[in-house]
């Protein structure tokens, strides 16, 4: 796939929730149909009902061209930088990150992935981040998500860090991903939907989980999902990323799931 096909069917993808289109649900395939090859992953999320698909760095060790067969018309709309046991090297190492970029954005490249998740790190420094964001940019065509996460000792723990790291780059092909479960853990209901509508010209992608556990997201079972769902629609969100621990009978929740989100 082009990169200008890449360019199109992102615009696509963000166009479709402007214009009344349902909003396309991926499946985050580092959490779920995880008893399943890489390429049997994507089928299985095809034949779930899911829209979409999306990584980690999964594709490491994996067929591109199988891949890309799996795949087929279903949209990939990201996949992340090496992860590992630091939970990712850009805020760490000048030169093992470029490496890791190497790799992700020759995926990103032949899979027709829309971003690149860059995955700051355990610890780290901000000016090894900020390089590493800029020599990112400056190699894909793809958009560069960056995602606060809650987990201690993560480099890129908040919002209000990744706010100002956007004014520092100012480069509008750099957003924010949000994850409630993780926007959640560290601000209340109220304020994570604040802060959500404050920064929605930033934000790239949105992924859901319950807050709490990470379980499924279904407003069927959880009033806080179910309230969240407006303000989605009213943002105008084209996709939502499900990155969540199947926590009932898996064949059963991801169709029950996929059909009260979009009820």
Request: charged content about 20%.
């Amino acid at each position: 796939m082009t990169n200008a096909r890449n360019s199109a069917n992102f615009m696509a993808i963000q166009d479709w929730g402007k214009t009344g289109g349902r909003m396309l649900i991926s499946a985050n395939l580092g959490f779920l149909f995880t008893d399943l090859a890489l390429p049997d992953r994507v089928r299985a999320a095809r034949n779930a009902g899911f829209d979409a698909v999306e990584f980690h760095d999964l594709p490491k060790g994996t067929d591109l061209e199988v891949l890309r067969g799996a795949l087929g018309d279903m949209p990939l709309l990201g996949l992340n930088t090496f992860m590992g046991p630091s939970m990712g090297r850009a805020a760490r190492s000048r030169a093992e990150f470029a490496d890791d970029f190497t790799s992700a954005a020759h995926a990103a490249q032949a899979l027709g992935a829309h971003a690149i998740h860059v995955v700051a790190g355990m610890d780290g420094d901000q000016a090894t981040y900020l390089h590493n964001l800029e020599h990112a940019l400056a190699r894909t065509p793809c958009r560069i998500v960056i995602e606060p996460i809650s987990a201690a000792g993560y480099f890129l723990s908040g919002f209000a860090q990744a706010d100002a790291i956007l004014d520092h780059v100012g480069d509008p092909n750099l957003r924010i991903m949000a994850d409630w479960f993780h926007l959640r853990a560290a601000h209340s209901e109220s304020h994570a939907l604040d802060i959500l509508t404050r920064l929605w010209p930033r934000i790239g992608h949105v992924q859901l989980a319950r807050a709490g556990d990470r379980g499924a997201p279904c407003p069927m079972t959880d009033p806080e999902i179910a309230r969240l769902l407006p303000h989605l629609h009213a943002l105008h969100c084209a996709a939502i990323g499900l990155e969540y621990r199947p926590d009932i009978a898996p064949t059963r929740s991801f169709a029950d799931t996929i059909a009260a989100l979009r009820a």
